[in-house]
Protein backbone atom coordinates (compact mmCIF):
# COMPACT_ATOMS: atom_id res chain seq x y z
CA UNK A 1 0.00 0.00 0.00
CA UNK A 2 0.89 3.77 -0.79
CA UNK A 3 2.21 5.30 2.54
CA UNK A 4 2.03 9.27 2.04
CA UNK A 5 3.48 10.82 5.81
CA UNK A 6 2.79 14.30 6.47
CA UNK A 7 4.94 15.62 9.27
CA UNK A 8 2.57 16.78 11.55
CA UNK A 9 -1.17 16.37 12.56
CA UNK A 10 -1.52 19.60 14.16
CA UNK A 11 1.05 22.85 14.67
CA UNK A 12 0.19 26.12 15.57
CA UNK A 13 2.80 29.24 14.67
CA UNK A 14 2.43 32.88 14.62
CA UNK A 15 1.88 35.56 12.11
CA UNK A 16 5.08 36.15 10.13
CA UNK A 17 6.78 33.23 10.80
CA UNK A 18 8.13 31.20 7.87
CA UNK A 19 6.63 27.47 8.07
CA UNK A 20 7.29 24.19 6.77
CA UNK A 21 5.77 21.00 5.96
CA UNK A 22 6.80 17.96 4.83
CA UNK A 23 5.45 15.31 3.02
CA UNK A 24 7.44 12.01 2.32
CA UNK A 25 5.74 9.31 -0.02
CA UNK A 26 7.01 5.65 0.30
CA UNK A 27 6.39 4.87 -3.48
CA UNK A 28 8.48 6.37 -5.53
CA UNK A 29 5.79 7.99 -7.55
CA UNK A 30 6.65 11.37 -9.41
CA UNK A 31 3.83 13.32 -8.88
CA UNK A 32 3.40 15.12 -5.43
CA UNK A 33 1.02 17.55 -4.80
CA UNK A 34 -0.16 20.11 -2.06
CA UNK A 35 -3.96 21.09 -1.16
CA UNK A 36 -5.41 23.00 1.24
CA UNK A 37 -8.72 21.98 2.58
CA UNK A 38 -11.34 24.84 4.03
CA UNK A 39 -15.22 24.16 4.69
CA UNK A 40 -17.49 24.94 1.62
CA UNK A 41 -14.57 25.15 -0.65
CA UNK A 42 -13.45 21.54 -1.27
CA UNK A 43 -9.81 20.93 -1.95
CA UNK A 44 -8.01 23.23 -3.63
CA UNK A 45 -4.46 22.79 -5.58
CA UNK A 46 -1.41 25.49 -4.30
CA UNK A 47 1.67 23.85 -6.10
CA UNK A 48 2.45 20.22 -7.41
CA UNK A 49 5.47 18.62 -8.91
CA UNK A 50 6.52 15.86 -11.61
CA UNK A 51 9.99 15.28 -10.88
CA UNK A 52 13.05 16.36 -8.77
CA UNK A 53 13.27 19.87 -8.73
CA UNK A 54 10.33 20.47 -11.05
CA UNK A 55 7.20 22.45 -9.51
CA UNK A 56 4.28 24.30 -11.07
CA UNK A 57 1.61 26.49 -9.82
CA UNK A 58 -1.95 25.25 -8.99
CA UNK A 59 -5.08 27.29 -8.30
CA UNK A 60 -3.94 29.42 -5.32
CA UNK A 61 -0.29 29.37 -5.00
CA UNK A 62 0.16 32.61 -3.43
CA UNK A 63 1.67 33.34 -0.18
CA UNK A 64 3.37 29.74 -0.98
CA UNK A 65 6.83 27.77 -2.38
CA UNK A 66 7.54 24.30 -2.18
CA UNK A 67 10.95 22.65 -2.51
CA UNK A 68 11.01 18.97 -4.04
CA UNK A 69 14.92 17.93 -4.06
CA UNK A 70 14.67 14.20 -3.45
CA UNK A 71 11.97 12.21 -5.08
CA UNK A 72 9.85 10.84 -1.77
CA UNK A 73 9.86 14.43 0.22
CA UNK A 74 7.91 17.63 -1.23
CA UNK A 75 8.07 20.31 1.14
CA UNK A 76 4.99 23.51 1.42
CA UNK A 77 7.05 26.57 2.31
CA UNK A 78 4.86 29.67 3.87
CA UNK A 79 7.33 31.96 3.78
CA UNK A 80 5.51 34.70 6.35
CA UNK A 81 2.41 33.01 7.91
CA UNK A 82 -0.47 34.96 7.65
CA UNK A 83 -3.39 34.00 9.73
CA UNK A 84 -5.90 33.29 6.57
CA UNK A 85 -3.14 30.21 6.01
CA UNK A 86 -4.99 28.90 8.79
CA UNK A 87 -6.32 25.87 7.10
CA UNK A 88 -6.20 21.70 6.41
CA UNK A 89 -3.03 20.87 4.25
CA UNK A 90 -3.17 17.40 2.47
CA UNK A 91 -0.52 16.13 0.37
CA UNK A 92 -1.13 13.85 -1.79
CA UNK A 93 1.35 11.48 -4.72
CA UNK A 94 0.70 9.61 -8.22
CA UNK A 95 2.50 7.21 -10.33
CA UNK A 96 3.17 9.16 -13.88
CA UNK A 97 4.53 6.47 -15.35
CA UNK A 98 1.01 4.87 -15.92
CA UNK A 99 -0.61 8.00 -16.13
CA UNK A 100 -4.19 9.16 -14.89
CA UNK A 101 -3.35 7.31 -11.66
CA UNK A 102 -5.80 7.72 -8.30
CA UNK A 103 -3.91 10.17 -5.79
CA UNK A 104 -3.09 8.87 -2.72
CA UNK A 105 -3.17 11.46 0.89
CA UNK A 106 -1.73 11.81 3.66
CA UNK A 107 -3.59 12.32 6.96
CA UNK A 108 -3.15 16.23 6.53
CA UNK A 109 -1.71 19.04 8.93
CA UNK A 110 -4.22 21.07 10.68
CA UNK A 111 -2.22 24.34 10.34
CA UNK A 112 -3.47 27.33 13.15
CA UNK A 113 -1.71 30.71 12.44
CA UNK A 114 -2.36 33.30 15.47
CA UNK B 1 -12.00 25.51 -17.09
CA UNK B 2 -13.08 22.47 -14.97
CA UNK B 3 -15.89 22.71 -12.43
CA UNK B 4 -17.31 20.30 -10.11
CA UNK B 5 -20.64 20.90 -8.68
CA UNK B 6 -21.67 18.90 -5.29
CA UNK B 7 -24.82 20.91 -4.51
CA UNK B 8 -25.59 18.71 -1.26
CA UNK B 9 -23.62 20.22 1.41
CA UNK B 10 -24.83 17.61 4.04
CA UNK B 11 -27.26 14.39 4.06
CA UNK B 12 -28.27 12.40 7.08
CA UNK B 13 -30.41 9.18 6.87
CA UNK B 14 -30.78 6.63 9.15
CA UNK B 15 -28.99 3.50 8.86
CA UNK B 16 -29.72 0.82 6.58
CA UNK B 17 -31.22 3.80 4.60
CA UNK B 18 -30.32 4.06 0.40
CA UNK B 19 -28.83 7.01 0.13
CA UNK B 20 -27.21 9.04 -3.33
CA UNK B 21 -24.80 11.66 -3.82
CA UNK B 22 -24.65 13.74 -6.48
CA UNK B 23 -21.91 15.00 -8.83
CA UNK B 24 -22.20 17.28 -11.76
CA UNK B 25 -19.12 18.20 -13.56
CA UNK B 26 -18.34 20.72 -16.51
CA UNK B 27 -15.73 20.13 -18.80
CA UNK B 28 -14.49 21.00 -22.53
CA UNK B 29 -12.35 17.73 -23.06
CA UNK B 30 -13.99 15.15 -24.62
CA UNK B 31 -12.16 12.46 -22.40
CA UNK B 32 -11.50 12.65 -19.00
CA UNK B 33 -11.72 11.02 -15.51
CA UNK B 34 -14.02 10.91 -13.01
CA UNK B 35 -13.18 9.83 -8.87
CA UNK B 36 -14.71 9.54 -5.86
CA UNK B 37 -13.24 10.14 -2.47
CA UNK B 38 -14.07 9.19 1.01
CA UNK B 39 -12.70 11.54 4.24
CA UNK B 40 -14.09 9.60 7.29
CA UNK B 41 -13.09 11.75 10.79
CA UNK B 42 -9.38 10.56 10.73
CA UNK B 43 -8.85 13.45 7.92
CA UNK B 44 -7.23 10.86 5.34
CA UNK B 45 -8.54 11.05 1.57
CA UNK B 46 -9.62 7.44 0.70
CA UNK B 47 -9.69 6.47 -3.40
CA UNK B 48 -12.95 4.81 -4.01
CA UNK B 49 -13.29 4.73 -7.68
CA UNK B 50 -12.34 5.82 -10.73
CA UNK B 51 -13.91 6.39 -14.54
CA UNK B 52 -13.00 7.11 -17.90
CA UNK B 53 -15.22 9.27 -20.11
CA UNK B 54 -15.15 6.05 -22.64
CA UNK B 55 -16.68 3.65 -19.90
CA UNK B 56 -20.31 4.71 -19.48
CA UNK B 57 -21.20 1.40 -17.34
CA UNK B 58 -22.81 1.58 -14.23
CA UNK B 59 -20.06 -0.01 -11.19
CA UNK B 60 -21.05 -1.69 -8.34
CA UNK B 61 -19.06 -2.20 -5.71
CA UNK B 62 -19.94 -4.10 -2.64
CA UNK B 63 -22.76 -1.71 -1.24
CA UNK B 64 -21.60 1.36 -3.38
CA UNK B 65 -22.40 2.07 -7.16
CA UNK B 66 -21.45 4.33 -9.36
CA UNK B 67 -24.46 5.95 -12.30
CA UNK B 68 -22.35 7.62 -14.56
CA UNK B 69 -24.57 9.83 -17.63
CA UNK B 70 -22.62 11.40 -20.13
CA UNK B 71 -25.39 13.19 -21.49
CA UNK B 72 -26.21 15.07 -18.19
CA UNK B 73 -22.68 14.99 -16.82
CA UNK B 74 -22.92 13.81 -13.76
CA UNK B 75 -21.53 10.63 -12.27
CA UNK B 76 -23.72 9.89 -8.39
CA UNK B 77 -22.85 7.42 -5.92
CA UNK B 78 -25.50 5.47 -4.24
CA UNK B 79 -24.70 3.87 -0.67
CA UNK B 80 -27.07 0.87 -0.35
CA UNK B 81 -28.79 -0.18 3.17
CA UNK B 82 -25.93 2.76 5.12
CA UNK B 83 -24.07 1.75 8.29
CA UNK B 84 -22.68 4.58 10.93
CA UNK B 85 -19.06 3.61 9.15
CA UNK B 86 -20.32 5.05 5.94
CA UNK B 87 -20.53 8.49 8.06
CA UNK B 88 -17.73 10.57 5.70
CA UNK B 89 -17.38 14.03 3.51
CA UNK B 90 -17.25 12.60 0.34
CA UNK B 91 -15.63 14.37 -2.96
CA UNK B 92 -15.94 13.99 -6.40
CA UNK B 93 -13.36 14.70 -8.89
CA UNK B 94 -12.35 15.62 -12.68
CA UNK B 95 -8.99 15.35 -14.62
CA UNK B 96 -8.52 15.46 -18.29
CA UNK B 97 -6.36 13.07 -19.77
CA UNK B 98 -3.09 13.63 -19.99
CA UNK B 99 -0.31 11.80 -22.16
CA UNK B 100 2.39 13.47 -19.75
CA UNK B 101 1.21 11.56 -16.87
CA UNK B 102 0.95 14.96 -15.01
CA UNK B 103 -2.91 15.66 -14.57
CA UNK B 104 -4.44 17.75 -12.00
CA UNK B 105 -7.36 16.78 -9.94
CA UNK B 106 -10.19 19.64 -9.71
CA UNK B 107 -12.58 18.51 -6.89
CA UNK B 108 -16.13 19.33 -5.87
CA UNK B 109 -16.61 20.88 -2.59
CA UNK B 110 -17.94 17.43 -0.97
CA UNK B 111 -20.83 16.14 0.68
CA UNK B 112 -20.82 15.19 4.43
CA UNK B 113 -23.20 12.18 5.38
CA UNK B 114 -24.06 11.85 8.39
CA UNK B 115 -25.74 8.09 9.00
CA UNK B 116 -27.97 8.19 12.07
CA UNK B 117 -27.92 4.70 13.91
Known amino acids: DVKVTQSSRYLVKRTGEKVFLECVQD?????MFWYRQDPGLGLRLIYF???????EKGDIPEGYSVSREKKERFSLILESASTNQTSMYLCASSDREEGNQPQHFGDGTRLSIL | AQKVTQAQTEISVVEKEDVTLDCVYE???????LFWYKQPPSGELVFLIRRNSFDEQNEISGRYSWNFQKSTSSFNFTITASQVVDSAVYFC??????????????FGTGTRLTIIP
Open chain 2, 27 to 33: TRDTTYY
Open chain 1, 49 to 55: SYDVKMK
Open chain 2, 93 to 106: ALSAISNFGNEKLT
Open chain 1, 27 to 31: MDHEN
